[in-house]
Structure formats: structure tokens, C-alpha cells
């Protein structure tokens, strides 16, 4: 213990010193440069992107620019909710930002820094069933509305999976199209409409059709591809990726719906943020008129993306192949959005009232090295999750019927605490969190062994569940009596790990792929590592 304690001061040290000397040897104006997630070309000039993820797809064709001008762009990756959140924050770190959707800047860019904003491209919000059940359910070759989708959950005879509306934009495009549609179509939504217990049962009934949920589309897409799901709501580009690979290993392919009456549509706006630099913004005008220029919107669209409103080009029908349901000649018409201030109530009803309610097992570690540093951390984070009003500012806040699990453990499970519920339960965890002590050794799989064992008192076909797993260290324990008590369980729960400390990555990852989840890196930052995985379901 000693030892280690003073290994650990060591490497800290040792970071300090090397991230001053990084810090002070950065070029002028490259700012995240040792944080960006992809480094585009090789230049003194820099342009600073925050982006969505979905666009690490188009990276070939920034490439081509980075070289054709000299440049480097730095390209950062986040969720919506935290483009929204850098937006509304003091200063903007970045020299542009690119979401997936308009909806993001309205919400977050309330002093209006963003300048000379554009769309890139346009990709509309969709339902991939599996073809032989989209023709069961009489989807094939007809226009679809979501009363028609409402109808098939109702009957039991379709379940699917989405981002979480809170957390991702997909989910939340599709979540507004979905309230657009049982509202009957309004000019816009208003508070008043969202009050409606008519539109408040029917949004229940629809979002308990949701099997999985996830914070982050691309990885939806991925999941939905390592498990046996009937369908998922996802970009028509990320269907068409899905449907590549489904058809490459020889299986059924998407049947793509398009709700006719709930269409929601992610425009992708690439925009300017003005630190006063002219060189800078004529960098990036340079960019956003080569994005917006013929050839690269040609390769643009080979992505899966659309170019506009009204079709595709000749050269790329293939891609959008009328067999998988797809419809290039549709012409799109995008939903008007709520005003900010209702989008902010639409989510937080989306979190609180309409969403299949969570089912939360948090197997937290107290084994001795988590003293000092890691349990401050460990406590720090789980207060932005536990203390409502912290959980409210990013939209995690909990539902009156959810369900939430602790359990410490060191070298066995020290014990369990449930919560039910947002009132004073769930912050009495908090507490618990807080006065638990270190000490020990370390077995995760005995405190996931144990969380299996809880989960068999419910129906977990009224939650959406999830083991949420923090360990510093190598674990002792057996994987294998793991994978015996979760095929006794007979449900399909993921258990999501959160690396810290000296973890090791390989039995984490193993815990992954097994239950179709993934592993989160809360090395650097614990707190964004716990809200991230709380974003997935």
C-alpha cells in the first residue's frame, strides 16, 4: 500500500512536469492540440474543430484539403449536449464547431458567437427494420407513419434501439419528430401542447418499444450489428453502413422507414467561432467552400449523406439502393423546431416522464487503492450523478420509477443499497457513496455476480438496465463464474466498465464484449466518464 502510494505520487509528479513542459511549448494558437482526437495534416496553422462524431467519417476528404492548403486541422469529438454545453460556456476553445444539427447552436449559442454557419450536408432521422419483419408488419413498399410505427409496438411485434434524446442527436431528432406527429402536426410545439396526457400516454407506449439505448449513434450502429435486435432509429447514412456489413456476412439487411408525419432531419452546420483572428476566418471560409464545393460534395454524398433537399446525383443512386427501402427522390421537408426554451422542457420530459424508466447497477471499487485521490474522484463524480439539481444540467436527472443499485466492493461485495425513485432516496446514496471506506482487495466479478443476482427481482422488460462497473485495479475472481450467472439471468443487460486508475483494460473489455457494451476511460477525467455511460441508458 505504501509502496504504491508512492509510486502513484511519483508518476503524478511526472505528469505535472511533462504536461508544463507541453504547455509551454505549444505553438501559438494551437490550444488543444494534445487533446484533439484526430490530427489532420501537418502546418503552424491550425483550425480547431469541435465536432460530432459522425463526421470522423469524412476525414479523407478534410485530409485532401489539410494538403491542398497546408494546413493542420485538429478534429475534436463530443456528444450534442456537450457542443451545446462548450456553446454556452464563458469561452470557446475551438475555432469552429460542426454538430450533428441546428438544434444544438439554437440551444447552446445564446450570445450568438457562431458565424458564417452552413450546412454540409443533410441525412434525415430513420427506422431500419429487419426486412422479413417490415414486411410482417406491412411496411414494404408503402408510406409509413409513426402512428403506423406506434401501432406495431403496441402489438408486441416491434421493439427497437436509439440514442438517448438527452444525449445524442439522432435520439433527439427523432424524439421531436415523434412529438410533431402524435401532436397532430403543429405549426410549432408549444408548452401548452406538451401538456397533453393523450400525447403523454402514446410517447410512453412508443418509447417502451425501445430495447437498448445509447449515448452515442455510431456506437448504436456498431451495437446494433454485434447483437439480435429487430430494428434501430438512426441516420439513413449509418443504416446504409449497417446494411453494407449486414450484407458482406450474408445477413438479412435494414428495411429503411421513413415516418412521413415525424420526419426529423440532422443538417450537419459547420460554423465559425470569431477569436478575432483574420487569417483564421479566412482559413476556414476556404474550408467551408471547399466542403460546399461540387467534387467534395460529390464524395460527400458516397458517404451516405445527402447533398440537399430534393435527390440524389446520378453517379450516386447506388449508394442509395431503393431494395434496402431507401428513397433518393424524396424530397425532404424539414420539422420547424420549438423555440429553445420548449426544446429545454421537451428533454427533461423526455428524461423524467416519457423515457422507459433506468435500471442502474453502479459496482463501485473501495479496495485500498482507491484511497485518497481516487475516492475523491470517485465521490465527485457519482455527486453529478446522485444530487438531482447536479444531474439536471445534463439532462440525467431521474424518473419517479427509476431504480438505482449500489454496490461497493473491495475483495468481496461490501454490501447494497437500493434507491427508488428522484426524491430523497436517490441523494441518500449519495451519502452512502461518500462515508463508505477503503480498504483490500479487489474483485469486480463478485460485485457483478452480485448486481445479476438483484437484477432477477425485476421485470426487466420495464427498464432499460445496465451494470455500470468502476475498478483501479487488476481483478481477482473468475470470469467464467461471471458468464455463468449472466446466461442464468436469460436477459440481455450490458455491462459498461470505467477504466481508472492501474485497471486492466484486457478483463474489462472482455466484460464488454460479452454483454455488447463498452469500456469508458475515466483515467483523465472520472466525473465525464460516469456521465457518459449514464447517457447510455
Request: aromatic letters at 8%.
Amino acid at each position: 500500500m505504501e509502496m504504491k502510494a508512492v509510486k502513484s505520487m511519483a508518476v503524478l509528479l511526472l505528469v505535472s512536469i511533462i504536461s508544463l513542459v507541453l504547455l509551454t511549448s505549444c505553438r501559438p494558437g494551437s490550444g488543444q492540440s494534445d487533446s484533439a482526437d484526430r490530427v489532420i495534416g501537418s502546418s503552424s496553422s491550425v483550425l480547431r474543430i469541435i465536432s460530432g462524431s459522425e463526421n470522423a467519417e469524412l476525414e479523407p476528404i478534410l485530409e485532401k484539403f489539410a494538403e491542398q492548403e497546408g494546413i493542420e486541422i485538429q478534429m475534436s469529438y463530443q456528444g450534442s449536449l456537450d457542443i451545446m454545453r462548450l456553446l454556452e460556456g464563458e469561452e470557446i476553445d475551438y475555432d469552429a464547431v460542426w454538430p450533428a444539427s441546428s438544434i444544438w447552436l439554437t440551444m447552446g449559442d445564446t450570445k450568438h458567437r457562431v458565424q458564417h454557419t452552413e450546412s454540409v450536408s443533410i441525412s434525415p432521422v430513420v427506422f431500419g427494420i429487419r426486412k422479413n419483419l417490415a414486411e410482417e408488419l406491412g411496411f414494404v413498399g408503402r408510406e409509413v407513419s409513426v402512428g403506423d410505427l406506434l401501432a406495431a409496438i403496441q402489438s408486441g411485434k416491434l421493439r427497437f434501439c436509439m440514442t438517448s434524446a438527452t444525449q445524442s442527436n439522432s435520439g433527439a431528432s427523432a424524439y421531436i419528430g415523434f412529438l410533431y406527429a402524435l401532436l397532430g402536426n403543429p405549426e410549432v410545439i408549444t408548452s401548452e401542447d406538451l401538456q397533453s396526457e393523450e400525447l403523454k400516454t402514446q410517447m410512453r407506449e412508443l418509447l417502451s418499444g425501445v430495447d437498448r439505448s445509447s449515448g452515442s449513434s455510431d456506437w448504436l450502429k456498431d451495437m446494433f450489428l454485434e447483437g439480435n435486435y429487430d430494428a434501430m432509429v438512426n441516420y439513413e447514412c449509418l443504416m446504409i453502413q449497417a446494411n453494407e456489413e449486414l450484407e458482406q456476412r450474408g445477413e438479412e439487411p435494414l428495411y429503411v422507414v421513413y415516418p412521413y408525419d415525424g420526419l426529423s432531419l440532422a443538417d450537419s452546420p459547420l460554423g465559425y467561432v470569431d477569436q478575432g483572428d483574420d487569417k483564421k476566418e479566412e482559413m476556414f471560409l476556404k474550408l467551408q467552400e471547399y466542403l460546399l464545393s461540387d467534387e467534395a460534395q460529390n464524395e460527400i454524398q458516397r458517404t451516405g449523406r445527402r447533398s440537399g433537399y430534393t435527390g440524389i446525383s446520378e453517379e450516386n443512386r447506388d449508394v442509395f439502393r431503393t431494395d434496402w427501402g431507401l428513397q433518393p427522390d424524396r424530397v425532404l421537408s424539414p420539422i420547424r423546431m420549438p423555440a429553445a426554451d420548449v426544446l429545454q422542457e421537451c428533454l427533461n420530459m423526455y428524461q423524467t416522464d416519457f423515457k422507459k424508466p433506468s435500471l442502474s447497477v453502479y459496482c463501485l471499487d473501495y479496495s485500498g487503492s482507491m484511497e485518497g485521490e481516487g475516492n475523491e474522484q470517485l465521490v465527485n463524480a457519482m455527486e453529478q450523478l446522485l444530487i438531482q439539481e447536479n444531474a439536471r444540467q445534463n439532462y440525467l436527472q431521474a424518473s419517479e420509477d427509476e431504480v438505482n443499485i449500489l454496490i461497493p466492493f473491495s475483495g468481496s461485495v461490501i454490501d447494497t443499497y437500493t434507491a427508488v425513485g428522484a426524491g430523497s432516496e436517490i441523494e441518500n446514496l449519495y451519502d452512502t457513496v461518500r462515508k463508505q471506506e477503503v480498504g483490500g482487495g479487489t474483485d469486480m466479478y463478485k460485485a457483478a455476480i452480485q448486481g445479476l443476482s438483484m437484477l432477477k427481482e425485476y421485470d426487466l422488460s420495464q427498464y432499460t438496465p445496465a451494470i455500470i462497473l468502476l475498478t483501479d485495479g487488476q481483478s481477482g475472481g473468475s470470469f467464467e463464474d461471471f458468464t455463468q450467472a449472466y446466461e442464468e439471468l436469460g436477459a440481455k443487460v450490458p455491462v459498461f466498465s470505467i477504466m481508472f486508475g492501474d485497471a486492466d483494460e484486457t478483463q474489462l473489455q472482455q466484460l464488454a464484449d460479452y454483454t455488447n457494451a463498452r469500456v469508458f476511460d475515466g483515467r483523465e477525467n472520472l466525473t465525464e466518464a460516469f456521465r457518459s455511460v449514464r447517457g447510455y441508458n
